[in-house]
C-alpha cells in the first residue's frame, strides 16, 4: 500500500510516500480502507519532534514510528474470526495510528464506530480527534448545562467549530472569538455572539462566562479567569512554552493555579473511544453538528496539507483523500 512516512524530524519536506506491506489484523483486528484522513496539529508536532519533550516517547534522534496521520474514514475491508461489531463494507471512522496510508487496522474494542449517515468519508474524516476533544472538554471537565454562557476563543479552527456547535447542542450561550474573515463562518454554525479579536479584545467586553474553552491561549490565564463567573471553568488545550516543553508549560501553570482559586481549570488529554464516536454520530445525524471542511489534498499533498494547518489560520478542518 501507499503510505506517508517521515524518517527524521523536521519540515514537511522530510515527508515521504512510501510502498509498505498492509497492516496485519489479528483475531479482533478491522482492517480498513482508507478512504479520508484528517489533518491534526499533533501531526506537525510529532513532524517536527516538538515539544522535545514528547521525544522521550516519539524517539530522541529520530521517530521511533514512520507514519504519521490519526483520524480515518473509510469502508472495512476484512476482520478477525474474533470480531462481531462490523464486517467487510462497513462504512466506518475512528482513530489509528498513521492514518495518512491506504489501509490502518483497529481493534475492535478501540476507537472506531459506525460512519454517521449522511456525511461523506472527508467530512466524517474531520471529526474524530477534533470532536471529541471538544465533547470531552464541555462536558466531561466542564460539566457545561443549559443555560450557561460559553466563550469558545479560536472558534473557526478544527476544535472550535465543533465546540461551538456542542455547546449550542447543550442549550448554552455561545460567542465566539475569531478573526474578521471568519466572522459569518462561526455565526453561520450557531454562535450567539461573535468577537472579531482584529477589533475588540474579548477579556475587555465585560462579559463574564461559566464556560471558557481556549484553544489559542493568546491570553494568559489571570486575564481570563477575570471573564469566569464564581464558579466558572476554564480549560485550554494550547499554549506556549517553546520548543522544550511546549503545552505542558501551560498545563502545569494551570494545575499550579487550582491550588489556590475557587474557579476550576482542568487539564485533561483527548481519550479516543468508540462510546464519544458514537455519541457524536447519534448528535450529527441529528443535525446538531456539522464539520467544517476547509480544504481537501490528495495524498501525495500530505506535506502541503500539513504545512497548512501548522500556518495556523485554517478555517475548520483539512482533510486528505486516498
Not at 100 to 123: N, R, W
Not at 234 to 244: A, T, V
Request: glycine residues 12%; charged residues 20%.
Amino acid at each position: 500500500m501507499k503510505a506517508v512516512r517521515r524518517h527524521v524530524y523536521g519540515a514537511p519536506e522530510v515527508i515521504e510516500l512510501e510502498e509498505v506491506p498492509k497492516p496485519e489484523i489479528g483475531d479482533d483486528g478491522v482492517l480498513v480502507r482508507v478512504r479520508a484522513a484528517a489533518v491534526n496539529p499533533g501531526d506537525w508536532h510529532l513532524l517536527r519532534g516538538t515539544p522535545y519533550v514528547l521525544r522521550a516517547v516519539s524517539g530522541l534522534s529520530k521517530p521511533k514510528v514512520p507514519g504519521l496521520g490519526a483520524d480515518f474514514a473509510g469502508v472495512v475491508e476484512a476482520v478477525g474470526k474474533g470480531v462481531s461489531r462490523f464486517q467487510p463494507g462497513d462504512e466506518v471512522y475512528g482513530c489509528a495510528p498513521g492514518s495518512f496510508a491506504e489501509y490502518v487496522a483497529v481493534p475492535e474494542g478501540g476507537p472506531i464506530a459506525a460512519k454517521p449517515a449522511g456525511l461523506t468519508f472527508e467530512q466524517a474524516a474531520a471529526v474524530p480527534t477534533s470532536a471529541m476533544t471538544a465533547l470531552q472538554a464541555l462536558r466531561d471537565k466542564a460539566g457545561l448545562e443549559r443555560g450557561q454562557k460559553v466563550l469558545v476563543n479560536g472558534a473557526a479552527g478544527g476544535i472550535g467549530t465543533f465546540a461551538v456547535q456542542l455547546a449550542k447542542a447543550f442549550g448554552a450561550e455561545v460567542t465566539g472569538v475569531c478573526g474578521g474573515a471568519n466572522v459569518e463562518l462561526v455565526r453561520s454554525i450557531g454562535a450567539d455572539h461573535v468577537i472579531d479579536y482584529t477589533k475588540e479584545d474579548f477579556t475587555r467586553t465585560g462579559r463574564r462566562y461559566d464556560v471558557i474553552l481556549d484553544n489559542i491561549a493568546n491570553r494568559t490565564v489571570g486575564e481570563c479567569r477575570r471573564l469566569l463567573t464564581p464558579a466558572g471553568a476554564y480549560l485550554s488545550n494550547s499554549g506556549g512554552g517553546g520548543r522544550w516543553v511546549g503545552v505542558m508549560g501551560r498545563v502545569i501553570r494551570l494545575n499550579l493555579t487550582n491550588l489556590f482559586v475557587r474557579h476550576t481549570l482542568p487539564t485533561f488529554v483527548t481519550r479516543e473511544n468508540a462510546a464519544d464516536l458514537a455519541a457524536l454520530r447519534e448528535l450529527i445525524e441529528a443535525g446538531e453538528v456539522t464539520p467544517v471542511v476547509e480544504r481537501v489534498f490528495p495524498l501525495a499533498a500530505v506535506s502541503e496539507a500539513i504545512a497548512h494547518v501548522e500556518r495556523g489560520h485554517a478555517k475548520g478542518k483539512v482533510v486528505i483523500v486516498l
